[in-house]
């Protein structure tokens, strides 16, 4: 089986793939202070739930696919993958791994390795034009060309930072739960705060994929052919009131690491 690593800023997801099938998954909190040592124990502790894995580390993994945007945490899975899955084939995703999704950027390699895995899945899953909403730390926005390449994107500030930077810089406000409200207009300061999150990050995603869908369309383009999925944790929350979503594939990151480890494993 193929185990799959997406560390993000806040969360890392963990996905094990049984050929195509994704048959386990797992949620835990990114922390940049964990050793190799401390992120094998992690490991061998939620893979030793599963009944089709042996109960030594690394029994019934036949690969291994990462990704990160926290420099320091991809440092130590690498450290992992060397002393403790040394025999098993591994992929971490940096500059010269094999996407098959070209790159349309002025510098690619600032982009988010997220980002371009979540094009790669994209355009696997749904072909192109499309754009990835991807709800995490910061919401992104990511345009992949009818062609299949990654045009582009925006990177707006996430729905957890926004309702922590209310809590921390009202005066009268404080943190709350992030929950839908009874109604649109708030009877109460939690509900008005909930309110505000909720129906203004649905017209953010409406706003922003709108316009974007017809810069992908060009001129006599339809924006309407454009495919719009969502993915990320925090997706869910805003589904039912963002009205351009098409698509909700909450394992997208997930499956874009194991068609770039298929690409990059039979390459080798």
Not at 211 to 222: C, K, N, P, Y
Not at 245 to 251: A, F, L, S, Y
């Amino acid at each position: 089986m193929l185990l799959t690593i997406d560390v993000g800023n806040t969360h890392t997801v963990l996905g094990l793939f049984d050929g195509e099938d994704i048959v386990e998954h797992w949620r835990i909190s990114t922390d940049a202070r964990r050793t190799a040592d401390e992120l094998a124990v992690l490991l061998h502790g939620l893979m030793g739930m599963h009944p089709l894995l042996g109960d030594e580390l690394g029994d019934g993994i036949d690969g291994i696919a990462i990704c990160s945007t926290v420099p320091s945490v991809l440092h130590e899975l690498r450290e992992v993958t060397r002393r403790y899955y040394g025999d098993v084939p591994a992929v971490l995703v940096e500059p010269g791994i094999k996407t098959g999704v070209p790159i349309l950027m002025d510098n690619p390699k600032e982009v988010g390795a997220d980002r371009i895995i979540n094009a790669v899945a994209a355009v696997d899953l749904y072909g192109g034009p499309a754009i990835v909403v991807d709800f995490g730390t910061a919401t992104t926005f990511d345009a992949v060309s009818a062609r299949g390449e990654y045009a582009g994107g925006v990177i707006a500030p996430g729905i957890e930072i926004s309702v922590e930077a209310l809590g921390v810089r009202g005066a009268q406000l404080r943190k709350i739960e992030l929950a839908r409200p009874r109604s649109v207009i708030g009877k109460n300061t939690v509900e008005a705060m909930q309110a505000g999150i909720l129906y203004g990050f649905a017209g953010q995603v409406d706003g922003v994929v709108n316009r974007m869908a017809r810069e992908l369309a060009g001129a006599g383009g339809d924006p309407d052919d454009v495919t719009v999925i969502a993915t990320g944790g925090l997706a869910p929350m805003v589904l039912g009131e963002a009205s351009v979503i098409d698509e909700h594939e909450p394992w997208l990151t997930l499956i874009g690491l194991r068609l770039v480890y298929e690409r990059n494993i039979s390459r080798a």
